[in-house]
T-cell receptor, first 116, second 111 residues
Framework: DGGITQSPKYLFRKEGQNVTLSCEQN?????MYWYRQDPGQGLRLIYY???????QKGDIAEGYSVSREKKESFPLTVTSAQKNPTAFYLC???????????????FGAGSRLTVL | GQSLEQPSEVTAVEGAIVQINCTYQTSGFYGLSWYQQHDGGAPTFLSYNALDGLEETGRFSSFLSRSDSYGYLLLQELQMKDSASYFCAASFSGGYNKLIFGAGTRLAVHP
């Protein structure tokens, strides 16, 4: 079955450490996204990528970095510069056909990061 | 600016109808989507409106009025499994495509 795989599902990090969250999709979607969700809140866009080797900052990109070397993969690194990294991280993908394609996102199951 | 407003909580009983409203203040607005998220789970796509009017998908319908910068999600014949958070989200024309989410409405369905 096609879908998005995120790993790890749970991750604990000590302050000052960088961590990388994996996101892989086999849907042949062009666009991929990373969102952050805090308890009881909506999703905030961190980074997004429409094509390989290209990505754009979202609303809360500070302290995060991404790469898009392959169409299937869009890893997110949470760096030590991110002051409050404890959150639920969601990766998504969509067919990049202009603005209409952005509306139908398929999400992975998420990665829950806790900083100790 | 780019923001969406929706009620934080709604309560209803099984079998009832509930409407979740969403107003948006966006420049370059293109379309409005709705997503459902159960506790601890990932959001799943429900419906999308690019044009004014009503879109019906089974028990769920979504409405958009561009002139009023307003939309709603209508859930009919409520079931206990519909208890979840519901998010409206807006997309934009021009440049790269991206989706901005509202803060979500938590729906509690009671027997």
């Amino acid at each position: 079955d096609g879908g998005i795989t995120q790993s790890p599902k749970y991750l604990f990090r000590k302050e000052g450490q960088n961590v990388t969250l994996s996101c892989e999709q086999n849907l042949n979607h062009d666009a991929m996204y990373w969102y952050r969700q805090d308890p009881g809140q909506g999703l905030r866009l961190i980074y997004y990528s429409q094509i390989v080797n290209d990505f754009q900052k979202g609303d809360i990109a500070e302290g995060y970095s991404v790469s898009r070397e392959k169409k299937e993969s869009f890893p997110l690194t949470v760096t030590s510069a991110q002051k409050n990294p404890t959150a639920f991280y969601l990766c998504a993908s969509s067919i990049a056909k202009g603005a209409s394609g952005a509306n139908v996102l398929t999400f992975g199951a998420g990665s829950r990061l806790t900083v100790l | 600016g780019q923001s969406l407003e929706q009620p934080s909580e709604v309560t209803a009983v099984e079998g009832a109808i509930v409407q979740i409203n969403c107003t948006y203040q966006t420049s370059g607005f293109y379309g409005l989507s709705w997503y459902q998220q159960h506790d601890g789970g990932a959001p799943t796509f429900l419906s999308y409106n690019a044009l004014d009017g009503l879109e019906e998908t089974g028990r769920f319908s979504s409405f958009l009025s561009r002139s009023d910068s307003y939309g709603y999600l209508l859930l009919q014949e409520l079931q206990m499994k519909d208890s979840a958070s519901y998010f409206c989200a807006a997309s934009f024309s021009g440049g790269y495509n991206k989706l901005i989410f509202g803060a979500g409405t938590r729906l509690a369905v009671h027997p």
